[in-house]
């Protein structure tokens, strides 16, 4: 059982890096044709400072979910949404892990911790190992309550149900995710980054037929220091396979929505080369985007693990390495500048190593390094400038 | 002779960083009692957009005002404030760069802009040297407009220019400032930010009797990655003496609102030790705090070039230069999170190379590092979490 001032204090808990709570706006100027506004909720201060602060966990819990709403593995298909899908990212946090502990060799550490209102989360993190420099694979669940604006916008924002959703005050809501960035050593060896993520509201208590608000949203994107044409296309390839299984509009619609949110605007550049990228995903049924939501997250080893095990032990200058060390400062500024999930978990009280897990082990700033016309360095720039088609729709 | 399309073009530009137009509110809640909000002119997207872009120079320009408001040099005390903080930040900018040079035996790299609308700026930068890591000090003048709302808070706010101020559309508004970051190599030698800043509008075009408003601000503070008491004294010291010479409410007051400002919220962390900042100072006549912000400018060489002196050559551990990385991220948290005139500079399209010159040559994150409590690691975290009075008030 849950106080109604437990629920007011979990309100406003970010979801891990990158994940964030958002909704589809039609924004008409360029150079964003599909950019999607978030209804942050705006937490004022005190909301913000209100927030619970996690326990930590001597070992991981069996669900994070609330009591009653874990599956039921007696007959996992009658099992709600929330339960199969904390299901869904559990076993990819495992398998992936297994696949990096595998080529690496150093074990990953883990933390896990829950909030007294409902939800936690599990870090894995290695670091300073064989291959990888960091690497951290996160799950996190989170219970918190949204205004009514939030909740207006998301369900359509129809005008039906607007002073009845006023009356109803803020929403409760549900929001589980797995969220990964791997910065391997080599600077041939690209970073990778996934997330997956499901959201859903309550209905609001006092509004009679009002519906539950619910999406899906994720991605997988690749961030190389230096571009081997092979590798990235071999990348985009599976992403490509994975989205053609459920949609063959998804990856050109998914490909283009990576390329404009991984933008550092300050820059004119992307923090690499993409992948997909979507959300408020719910155009279809609930099942079929779980379907869609695992084969992505299935798809992240034979995207990224062959590549790591070509270019892991090639060998590099140390030019190679400092121009690897300033692509991890664009990182650094894409994620603390821009991303939604970062930026939003930063001001209101996630779990701050878990969020900014993300950021690489090392990075640099050189005053205005330009890398001169036609070198690797250059291509890479190029690259990230002007997105290429790594994959084209046949 | 500027257009008003080249005025309007020019709104909006970020003077460096750390450099932001604000105005103080009152805020009751903890822990910010003078935390100043800012009026950030909220430039649309569009607006940001239509910035101008730098044209950069062979050589640094005489002035970087518009033609006309540059000082007079056969009567300097009777030339604009505009001019004679011109005046003022261009010699700090020649002294503090001789002064470093002297040290380190590098000479600094110096890069000149304009833009069509009138202002620019001079950046001097210093990297890989024997003794920084990497030294910035820029100058920057910026032309722009402020919407009436940002301009009636400046001003007061008072409903008896309210109406004709929403009548007059956007106030051309001017500001001028130096900023300075300067990394060294050894862990033992501290990092110092400076800034100062002063701003003012136009009157109103078409308000009769509305004033012009202005105002100054600035700090000088500290960021070591170990303490030795008696520099953070003696760095404390310095600046409270000049703030002394002036009002001896000022460093008390300029202490605190350093130490509010500078926090990492997400840390519960200051960046460094402090030292002062001060924003929107107009309650005294504008030549006393033209006089007061030299003399801040002037402190920054006797406040930190003899702790550089004592700590340049002291040997150190690889350890010691781990912790020093790890502070160095906790700077680039700040910077790219918190503070305002980088903020505000890379999402209106300021020279970015100018903007991100703040940043550490490198950085560090280490996932979940908690120093042993009692090591001089722990001494330094625990006074950026609880700030120490350096230079008590007799």
Redesign the interface.
Known sequence: MVSSAQAAAASSQPLLSSVAVSVQVHCN?QPFPTFSAIIFFKPS??EAQAIEKEEMLMERPASLLREGEDLQWDNPSTSSMRARFETMIRKAQDDICAAVEDVDGIKF?E?SWIRPGGGGGISR?L?DGNVWE?A?VNVSVVYGTMPPEAYRAATGGGSDNKPAANKAGRIPFFAAGISSVMHPKNPFAPTVHFNYRYFETDSPPDVAGAPKAWWFGGGTDLTPSYIFDEDVAHFHQVQKQACDKHDLAFYPKFKQWCDDYFLI???GERRGLGGIFFDDLNDRDGEKLLAFSTECANSVIPAYIPLIKKRKDMPFSPEHKDWQ?LRR?RY??FN??YDRGT?FG??T?GR??S???S??????????HQPEAGTEEWKLLDACRNPKEWAPVS
Chains 1, 2 share one sequence.
């Open positions: 100027f201060f005190e550490r933390d993190v670091q960091k951290g605007k300050h820059r060390q400062g650094v500024e603390l500048v930026t930063l001001k009280g701050i190593e969020i900014l897990m950021l690489p082990l090392t990075a640099r700033w050189e005053y205005d």
